[in-house]
């Protein structure tokens, strides 16, 4: 599985970290920045991310800013992308296997550590589920 990620200087302490965990785990992670704590535009990142994506040179995004709600707003400005927000394992789970997201926005100054990569685990795990979601996936695609 290859995965893009991609953080503001907000998520960047907790993009390194989910990093490694998805290296420990043999999966392939480009690092799409930012590199450092200094201040930059988390669309930018979202762009990088999410181009990645629609290119199928990853199947997943994962996107992180403080709260994560500017990456999923971006995210969702992309044609195919499905940019969830997410600060749950319940959520983590049913937004792969209804909405088949296809990008994950966390909010690192909302959702600790632990629970952040329980989230990321939990929706890597998780698969569509097709039938019923396909049609109100293609409703959401003629929006
Ligand atoms: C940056 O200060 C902050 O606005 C950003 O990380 C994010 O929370 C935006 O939604």
Redesign the pocket.
């Known amino acids: 599985m290859k995965v893009s990620i991609g953080a ?4 960047f302490e907790l993009k390194e970290k989910v990093i490694s965990h998805l290296i420990d785990q043999g999966i392939d992670v480009t690092d799409q920045g930012t590199y450092g704590t200094d201040s930059v535009d ?1 669309p930018d990142y979202s762009k990088k991310v999410t181009e990645n994506v629609q290119n199928k040179i990853s199947d997943l995004g994962i996107l992180i ?3 994560g ?3 999923s707003i971006a995210a969702n400005k992309q044609k195919g992308i499905r940019a969830a927000l997410v600060g749950d394992v319940f959520s983590a789970k049913a937004t792969r296997k209804h909405n088949n997201s296809n990008v994950l926005c966390l ?1 690192a ?1 909302v959702t600790g550590e632990g629970l952040a990569l329980m989230i990321v685990d939990t929706w890597l795990n998780a698969e569509f589920e097709g039938g019923r979601h396909e049609n109100r996936i293609a409703k959401i695609e003629e929006l």
């Open positions: 503001d200087h907000g998520g988390f800013c403080g709260t709600i500017g990456m909010g100054r």
